[in-house]
Every structure is written in structure tokens, then in C-alpha cells.
């Protein structure tokens, strides 16, 4: 009797999934894993997954028309990048779909800058960038990453660093992010594990939009994802970014995410006893909460889903909506504003939002992925 009763929750509150996967027969509960991962030859067809993307960023192509590169050395250098290393792959001018030949560490010692129509896909190997910079993506589109562990991330020293294949440039110290995304558009970060950084997890700033942020498993970790520069930045309007399946573990404290100006929409995320608060913002951003799972932390002070940075009561106005989010251990969320606050998806960019009472299932297996060629992943 329990199967039906899930099936009916799980009524499609926007459209159904795009992209499915003809291996797939049973209910699409992640609309994203559902169009790949039962497929066993996932392997042979590696470029199919950038038709898997939802929301915001799913037009990000990456690599998608472009060759594999395959990553066999987890050495750096930051100026003369050698073939064969993560970052000789992401400098190139052309599209390339960049995987891994083994299980591999990589520590950069500069921000990897990472050039337009690129995918890093780490299925099939266990891949960590840590103990040292991390992700820049700036001034580009189309970046896809995808099932790289990135944790422990630390500021990195100013000095000369490749950007293209023709430019090398001097950068100022990097600020300890794991990924940080600049200027930039169609971007789609998925199946990442992230923890523990200097700085953020996840920053999307300078007028950066069309970006989705999904099945990844983000813990231990203080400001985890910031939406927008600072609050006289207004060229952030244009940011509309899709925060969806993500589970939110266990040792986070804030900005889950925090938004100035623009749009988030944050749909079927799992959220498990955040320090501060979970949701944030100010500069009259619009957040839609839909269909998230809320475990409020034990701390009664800290209940409120929601977090307004400012001083008078001009938030009102804001629109900060929950719709059929579940609130446990006393968590509550203070809506605001009027008017509509749908995404207002494109067909290719709407999926299927869940009942909050099942992101824990839709999360189970946010994070880094075991793929095994030849199997099902």
C-alpha cells in the first residue's frame, strides 16, 4: 500500500521531466538521475548527460560537441600546464567533455580558471581537487562539473595564471572557495560532495545567471552558497539560479542558500539542523522554497528557516514564498511579498517539484556517485 500513496505525492507541481531516459520505466522521482543513471552504458555515450540538466542552468552544453579529454596526471602548473593534467583540458579553446583516467588527488596551486564549453565528469574514478585553491569560472558559459569531490579548499597565492591557451595573466590571491562563479552564465554543478573551505562552497556573483546547483552533498562548512556580490551590486538582477535535490548535511550554518537581488528557486532539498539559519538575503532578492525537507536544529533560537539582512521592515515587500515545504522540530518559514513567484520555466527548463515529504528520498544519493562501467551507476 505504500508505493501508491508516494506515487500520488509526487504529482508534478510545474511540468513533467524533459530529457527522459528510454531505460527508465518507473516514476521519475530525480528527473535528473532518472535520465541517465539506470542507463549501464552511460560510459559509451558520456556527452548524453548535459540533456539531463533542469532548471535555470540546464542549457549548459559543456564539452557536449566537443572530444574527450582524458585527465592521466594530477600534477599543476599554473603557468605551462602540461597535456595530460585537469588543467591543460580546462584551458582549451575548443568544447571538450574532460574525464579521468584512475582515481586521482588533485591539489592546484593556483585557482583552476576554467575556459567556456567544458564539462569535468568524474564518473567512473574517485576524483578530489583539495588543500589548496580551487574552481574560478569566469567570464565564460557553458561549464558543466559534475561528480568531483571538492573540499578543504584554501586562498590561493597571487601570481601568474593560464586562463586560455593564449593568455596568461597575473590574479590577485583567490579567496578559498570551492567554486566560484563570476561574470558567467549556463552553468550546471551537480553530484559534487563539498565541504570544509575557507570561504564558500558555492559563490555566484557579478551578474552571473542561468545557473542550476543539484544533487550535490554540501557539510561542514559555515557560508555555504552565496547568490549575489554585495548589496550595491545591482547588475545581479538578472541572476536567476535553480538550487534543486541537494542534500544539506550535517555541521552547516548558513546561506543555504543567501541571495541579493536576483531569483532562487530552491525545490526538493534535503536540510538537516542548519546553525543559523538555512535560507537568507537581503536587497530584495525572490526566493520560491518548494517542496524542501526542513529538520530544524535542536537550538530553539534557531528555528526560522529564513533570515532578512536589514534593519526596517521594507522586507515585507520582498517575495519570499514556501509552497508544500515540510517543517520539522519546530522549523517555520516567515513568507513575505505578494504577486506571482513562480520560475516561470521555459519548457526545456521545468521539471517535475515533489511533495517536501519525499526529498529525503530524492537526496538519497546527493553527492559523488560509485559508477562502474557496464553497470547502472
Known amino acids: 500500500m505504500a508505493f501508491p500513496l508516494l506515487f500520488l505525492f509526487f504529482l508534478p507541481t510545474i511540468i513533467s521531466t524533459p530529457n527522459p531516459s528510454n531505460y527508465y520505466s518507473e516514476p521519475a522521482l530525480n528527473p535528473i538521475d532518472a535520465c541517465w543513471r539506470s542507463n549501464p552504458n552511460w560510459a559509451a555515450n558520456r556527452q548524453a548527460l548535459a540533456d539531463c540538466g533542469i532548471g535555470f542552468g540546464s542549457d549548459a552544453t559543456g564539452g557536449k560537441f566537443g572530444s574527450i579529454y582524458v585527465v ?3 600534477s599543476d602548473d599554473p603557468e605551462y600546464p602540461e597535456p595530460g593534467t585537469l588543467r591543460f583540458g580546462v584551458i582549451q579553446t575548443e568544447p571538450l567533455w574532460i574525464v579521468f583516467a584512475t ?3 588533485i591539489t592546484l596551486k593556483r585557482e583552476l580558471m576554467v575556459n567556456s564549453f567544458k564539462t569535468i565528469d568524474g564518473r567512473g574514478a574517485k576524483v578530489e581537487i583539495s588543500n589548496g585553491p580551487c574552481i574560478t569560472i569566469q567570464n565564460v558559459s557553458h561549464v558543466i562539473i559534475h561528480g568531483i569531490s571538492i573540499h578543504d579548499c584554501k586562498p590561493g597565492k597571487s601570481g601568474r ?4 591557451v593564449t593568455h596568461c595573466g597575473d590574479r590577485r590571491e583567490s579567496d578559498g572557495d570551492a567554486i566560484s562563479i563570476f561574470s558567467s552564465s549556463h552553468i550546471w554543478i551537480d553530484h559534487c560532495y563539498l565541504a570544509r573551505c575557507t570561504d564558500g562552497l558555492i559563490d555566484v ?3 552571473s545567471t542561468a545557473v542550476t546547483i543539484s544533487n550535490n552533498y554540501l557539510t561542514q562548512h559555515d557560508k555555504v552558497i552565496l547568490l549575489g556580490h554585495n548589496d550595491d551590486f545591482t547588475d545581479d538582477k ?5 538550487v534543486a535535490f541537494n542534500r544539506f548535511g550535517d555541521g552547516l550554518v548558513q546561506r543555504m542558500p543567501r541571495v541579493r537581488f536576483g531569483y532562487a528557486h530552491v525545490a526538493n532539498n534535503w536540510y538537516n539542523k542548519w546553525e543559523m539559519y538555512a535560507m537568507g538575503g537581503s536587497a530584495d532578492p525572490t526566493i520560491f522554497s518548494q517542496g524542501n525537507y526542513f529538520m530544524a536544529p535542536d537550538d530553539s533560537l534557531s528555528k526560522q528557516v529564513t533570515k532578512r539582512e536589514v534593519y526596517a521592515n521594507g522586507w515585507k515587500k520582498w517575495k519570499w514564498r514556501s509552497s508544500n ?3 520539522l ?9 505578494w504577486g506571482s513567484c513562480t520560475p516561470f520555466y521555459t519548457q526545456a527548463q521545468a521539471f517535475a517539484v515533489a511533495h517536501g515529504s519525499l526529498a529525503p528520498l530524492l537526496t538519497e544519493t546527493a553527492g559523488t556517485l560509485s559508477c562502474v562501467l557496464g553497470k547502472p551507476c
Request: aromatic letters at 10%.
Open 325 to 327: 515545504d515540510v517543517f
Open 238 to 242: 538578472i541572476m536567476k539560479v535553480t
Open 329 to 337: 522540530n519546530g522549523a517555520y518559514f516567515v513568507q513575505s511579498g
Open 103 to 105: 582515481d586521482m588527488a
Open 161 to 164: 595564471v593560464r586562463s586560455t
Open 205 to 207: 556573483i557579478h551578474a
Open 72 to 74: 592521466t596526471d594530477p
